[in-house]
């Protein structure tokens, strides 16, 4: 399941808090800050899609993540490398380098961290 941009964005919030109140929430957007009935409906959307759920304290809920940044991410990425670089890492590996203007030093840790997936996969 994805979640609409402004959800992610809220996600996002959340993911950093990794639990808050309404008022915290709103609190942690930036300008113009959108309306709380707004927070609310996404909130209510993104515990139907069980990203989200909360802790009823009195008339409050504090709301926290379901879901881990990392999983979903992951969840994301590879769902991208599927639909567009037909399911082939390598091209999307090849798209992004070619067309994301990494300087040489970045260049280099890529190197590095793909080097060390290939040291851990012979082990």
């Known amino acids: 399941m994805q979640l609409s941009n402004s959800e992610e964005q809220l996600m996002q919030i959340l993911w950093k808090k990794e639990k808050a109140f309404m008022k915290d929430l709103i609190e942690a957007y930036p300008q113009p800050k959108p309306a709380s009935t707004t927070v609310a409906t996404l909130l209510r959307r993104m515990q139907d899609k069980k990203f989200v759920d909360y802790v009823q304290y009195g008339r409050s809920r504090e709301y926290f993540p379901l879901v881990r940044k990392k999983d ?7 769902g991208l490398i599927k639909n567009f670089f037909n399911d082939s890492a390598s091209q999307f590996a090849s798209f992004f380098t070619k067309e994301s203007n990494l300087s040489e030093n970045e260049l280099k840790d890529l190197k590095q961290l793909i080097d060390e997936q290939i040291k851990k996969k012979k082990l």
């Not at 979903?72 to 590879?78: A, E, G, L, R």
């Open 72 to 78: 979903y991410f992951s969840k994301q990425v590879n």
